[in-house]
């Protein structure tokens, strides 16, 4: 009898879950988990303010729900189960949109292409994916390009030196390819270009194969919260209709890829 008045109960209390949207509407605000440190989506400026494509892209989705977009730093190994923690209400930090990420998570419509590349040191003698046979790669922790690295091995039938590193950011995986310590450092192109302005020591090589699909970055929600993903899904599509996403993306990319993104979410 407790049982049934506790399904009972919750039916009609709303979401049990924290970042249902009648939540975030009654709290005035979306808490969102990112790591900070993944230039240009977050990062902090010389000034030590939180700046990024993100952070633009959250403020305006906040203003359009009437409400305080607010972040929150998290370890990115662990940012899924941290939402389910209760930690944050979604996550909005760059994410690539993953088959083995949808298996716990709904993603919203795509904000942001998120194609795989690699950087080296120009004078490293890597020229593409294949010249990595006997190198030591590396990628970030709880990123798709781990994987990616493995099937690009099994692809081309190339072995790496050891096994392959993940690092928890990447100025650490810069820091190491200086050092000689890691050869190349797979991420997301745009990413790992906006580097690459700042060093002309590195260079980026295209990471793509037809054994992994067209990547998009995407927003994450719990299973649960398709009230909130649908309310951010409809942001992102008036956002992409009046300019805004394009302005923002020009800002930080120096160009819009706003015509190349679905207008549906990634599923599998």
Do not use: C
């Amino acid at each position: 009898m407790k049982t049934i008045s506790l399904i009972i109960a919750l039916l009609f209390s709303g979401s049990v879950f924290a970042g249902a949207l009648d939540d975030v509407k009654s709290a005035g605000k979306f808490v969102f988990g990112l790591e900070v440190g993944y230039k240009p989506f977050e990062y902090m400026d010389d000034s030590g303010k939180l700046v990024g494509y993100d952070i633009d892209v959250s403020k305006e989705i906040g203003r359009r729900l009437g409400v305080e977009a607010v972040h929150q730093d998290t370890n990115w190994s662990t940012v899924i189960q941290t939402m389910y923690d209760g930690g944050f209400d979604l996550i909005l930090g760059g994410m690539t949109a993953t088959e083995k990420r949808f298996q716990k998570v709904n993603f919203s419509i795509p904000y942001m292409n998120a194609a795989s590349g690699i950087i080296v040191m120009k004078d490293s003698g890597i020229s593409d994916r294949s010249d990595l046979d006997g190198k030591k790669v590396s990628a970030g922790a709880g990123t798709p390009q781990l994987d990616q690295l493995k099937m690009s091995a099994d692809e081309l039938n190339i072995s790496y030196d050891g096994d392959t590193k993940s690092y928890d950011s990447d100025a650490v995986a810069y820091e190491a390819m200086r050092s000689k310590r890691i050869d190349a450092y797979a991420s997301t192109m745009v990413s790992l270009l906006e580097f690459a302005k700042t060093d002309d020591n590195f260079t980026v090589l295209s990471f793509a194969s037809d054994k992994w699909s067209q990547e998009w970055t995407s927003m994450a929600f719990t299973k649960e919260d398709d009230d909130l993903r649908m309310a951010f899904d409809d942001a992102i599509r008036a956002m992409k209709s009046d300019g805004t996403l394009a302005k923002i993306q020009e800002n930080w990319f120096g160009q819009s890829f706003v015509d190349a993104l679905p207008d549906t979410s990634p599923t599998w």
